[in-house]
């Protein structure tokens, strides 16, 4: 019994590896980033690889969240910032509808690419059991920062000036 009590715990708790690595000034490459995922509303598949060389504020979201909605302004306007310089914002549905998800791009004119995470693993390896979570990753695909809920404008000015910087 209590064997099975550790197991659900610790089954359940989200794997916080990549923040304590962040945390101690190791930057880990970013995990799975070889899967392709299916883009939202269009067709193909695109990977976080693919955008290597740039830096990304990989962003995980979904429509029925309330925080998405009020960090989705914030992140569109770093996405107008962060093109200028060869970055972008990477958005990854979570447990959303495709529809749902399309009406919210539609609703907050998003341009940013965004994939949909349709098993929810791509998710799982960053460690993200509830959305908002972001990440910033370098352009040699290592995540340098981690924010778990809503971002702020400290979050994004990190992401521009390293964009900016190299």
């Not at 209590?2 to 359940?12: K, P, R």
């Not at 996405?79 to 990477?90: C, D, I, P, W, Y």
């Not at 990854?92 to 098993?119: K, W």
Request: hydrophobic residues 40%.
């Amino acid at each position: 019994m209590i064997a099975l009590l550790i197991y659900g715990v610790s089954a359940q708790s989200a794997n916080r590896t990549l923040d304590e690595l962040v945390q101690r000034g190791q930057y880990p490459l970013a995990p799975d980033a070889t899967r392709p995922m299916l883009v939202l509303g269009a067709p193909g598949r695109r990977t976080l690889a693919s955008l290597r060389g740039k830096v990304v504020v990989l962003n995980f979201w979904a429509s029925w969240c309330e925080p998405c909605e009020f960090e989705t302004p914030l992140l569109e306007h770093a996405q107008s910032k962060l093109e200028q310089h060869g970055g972008t914002v990477l958005g990854v549905t979570y447990q959303d509808a495709s529809p749902d998800s399309e009406a919210f791009v539609r609703r907050y004119h998003l341009t940013y690419p965004i994939v949909r995470d349709t098993t929810g693993e791509f998710a799982s390896s960053f460690g993200t059991r509830q959305v908002p979570e972001s990440f910033i990753v370098d352009r040699r695909g290592r995540i340098v920062a981690i924010s778990r809920g809503e971002i702020e404008q400290e979050f994004v000015n990190r992401a521009l000036a390293l964009a900016n910087s190299s």
